[in-house]
């Protein structure tokens, strides 16, 4: 036996291995539903303005827990 040729037998393994995983997730990919791209920019906008009102980003509550709620007493 050679040194080292089981160590480049595991590596050709796991080499077989990550080029199994990778087809395995290409075919998934080919089997996604796509949406055209103005579509989906569309339901994102709609989503948006429909959901603005409670939008904390947009609306900030009246009530900030990080404020500080009183003055410095050495000023």
Not at 15 to 31: A, D, F, G, Q, Y
């Amino acid at each position: 036996m050679i040194p080292g040729e089981s160590s480049a037998a595991a590596s050709r393994q796991d080499e077989i291995e990550r080029k199994k995983n990778e087809v395995l997730m290409l075919k998934s990919c080919l089997n996604m539903k796509r949406l055209k791209l103005s579509l989906a920019i569309n339901d994102i906008k709609n989503y948006c303005f429909e959901h603005v009102d409670s939008d904390q980003l947009i609306n900030a509550s009246k009530d900030d827990p990080f404020k500080n709620k009183r003055k410095c007493s050495l000023l």
